[in-house]
């Protein structure tokens, strides 16, 4: 009999990307195309405007299909972060979903799984959503068996608290000072 490891897997997975290119022919034609292979495109045609339509349409339901994994690795860090070659930054943050589309081109579209601190670094990229935080699950039974500790009221506000709270019958006094000071050297008594 062989048992199955249920407890959920804390190891970075690639960051997925999503690319819808617009091509132009030289016979005035265009053609979508698509990275994933299982997306079905429009046949080749003469409506530049509705192929580029299209494109933006196609572009925007990748990623308003796509869930983001928190436990992505940043897809801009395995491309050795080229998307933003004049800033140098360290892959860091939470997971967040992006997408990049240079107006002035206007031929490609890119949805990608980046980390937050490459996002604001890549031109033309509008973060579309944020990972959702996880908190490692506690084991079943270690939650049922830990009891419930009501959490201490502090007395001062900003969360510090004291050792006896004012009004308990005993005034509030400073502890002595127990540490002592080192002699101090007398002045012609330097070595060098």
């Not at 080229?82 to 992006?98: D, M, N, Q």
């Not at 002035?104 to 980390?115: D, G, K, L, Q």
Request: with cysteine; glycine share 6%.
């Amino acid at each position: 009999m062989t048992t199955a490891y249920s407890e959920p897997t804390t190891e970075r997975i690639p960051g997925r990307s999503w690319t819808v290119r617009l091509t132009g022919h030289s016979d005035r034609t265009a053609t979508v195309a698509c990275s994933t292979a299982a997306c079905r495109m429009p046949a080749r045609s003469k409506d530049i405007a509705a192929m580029r339509a299209f494109a933006a349409r196609h572009a925007a339901a990748h990623a308003k299909a796509a869930t983001i994994r928190p436990t992505a690795s940043c897809h801009c860090r395995a491309q050795q972060c080229a998307a933003h070659p004049g800033a140098r930054v360290y892959c860091t943050g939470a997971v967040v979903l992006i997408m990049r589309h240079d107006p002035t081109v206007a031929r490609v579209w890119s949805v990608e799984e980046v980390c937050e601190t490459c996002a604001p670094h890549i031109p033309h990229a509008k973060v579309l959503a944020r990972a959702a935080r996880t908190a490692r699950p506690r084991p079943a039974a270690a939650a049922q068996e830990a009891p419930t500790v009501p959490e201490p009221r502090s007395v001062v506000p900003g969360g510090f608290s004291s050792a006896g709270a004012p009004g308990d019958g005993e005034p509030q006094r400073r502890r002595p000072h127990t540490q002592t000071r080192r002699p101090r050297r007398p002045q012609g008594s330097q070595s060098r």
